[in-house]
């Protein structure tokens, strides 16, 4: 089975320059999830997919990044325009829909894009 | 704020002694804790999960203990091996919620020392 793909696995851009970030799923995979993790930190959750709809984007700053999933499958996420703080690890991870007994299900991972902006 | 804590950066241990990484939780909602592993330029990947219904976990040489009283959880590894020097992050969510949002610590890096 294919793990979550993600493009490109490295970007370096100035500042004010714009970026965006591709992420595959796992297929049959329901729920899509972008993460990220600046140096020394965990991953942190900036917005999350249910096909293709938005269930929780209250942590993405949204005067400045966007996502969308328009087919329910890939999804994109962009960042126009970019800041240096933004400089981190950009997470894909997938997961199945809710199990029957009601616990999350296992999230899957990708490689993540490492952005340096500069 | 941090809800998941991880208060130590690292950890060294001897290979084949016991490794144990602590995490400790404050959101008294959280009743599903899981534990991921992440290699350098890789995500992070699932190693074991518990449910606030138990106290204790044990798949293989990985075994999560949960204290709700404490909101503390810790991941033992007997015995360590060299394979398991990585980035080991606590993490946790209110399963009841639809979101099932995830809320990870900061790592703690595991050196296994020949």
């Known amino acids: 089975e294919a793990g979550v793909a993600q493009s490109p696995r490295y970007k370096i851009i100035e500042k004010r320059q714009s970026v965006a970030f591709w992420c595959n799923p796992i297929?049959?995979?329901?729920?899509l999830y972008w993460y990220q993790q600046i140096l020394g930190q965990g991953p942190k959750l900036l917005i999350q997919f249910q096909n293709n709809g938005v269930v929780d984007d209250s942590q993405l700053p949204k005067d400045r990044f966007s996502a969308e999933r328009l087919k329910g499958v890939d999804s994109t996420l962009k960042i126009q325009p970019a800041k240096l703080e933004d400089s981190a690890v950009y997470l894909c991870?997938?997961?199945?829909?809710?199990?029957?007994?009601?616990?999350?299900?296992?999230?899957?991972f990708g490689p993540g894009t490492r952005l340096l902006v500069l | 704020d941090q809800q998941v804590k991880q208060n130590s950066p690292s950890l060294s241990v001897q290979e084949g002694r016991i490794s144990i990484l602590n995490c400790d939780y404050t959101?008294?909602?959280?009743?599903?804790f899981l534990w991921y592993k992440k290699y350098p330029a890789e995500g992070p990947t699932f190693l074991i999960s518990i449910s606030s219904i138990k106290d204790k976990n044990e798949d293989g040489r990985f075994t999560v203990f949960l204290n709700k009283s404490a909101k503390h959880l810790s991941l033992h590894i007997v015995p360590s091996q060299p394979g398991d020097s990585a980035v080991y992050f606590c993490?946790?969510?209110?399963?009841?919620?639809?979101?099932?949002?995830?809320?990870f610590g900061k790592g703690t890096r595991l050196h296994i020392l020949p």
């Open positions: 959101n008294s909602m959280f009743d599903y």
């Open positions: 993490a946790a969510s209110e399963s009841r919620n639809r979101d099932d949002k995830i809320i």
């Open positions: 297929s049959g995979h329901a729920t």
């Open positions: 991870a997938s997961s199945l829909d809710r199990s029957p007994l009601g616990y999350q299900e296992t999230q899957y």
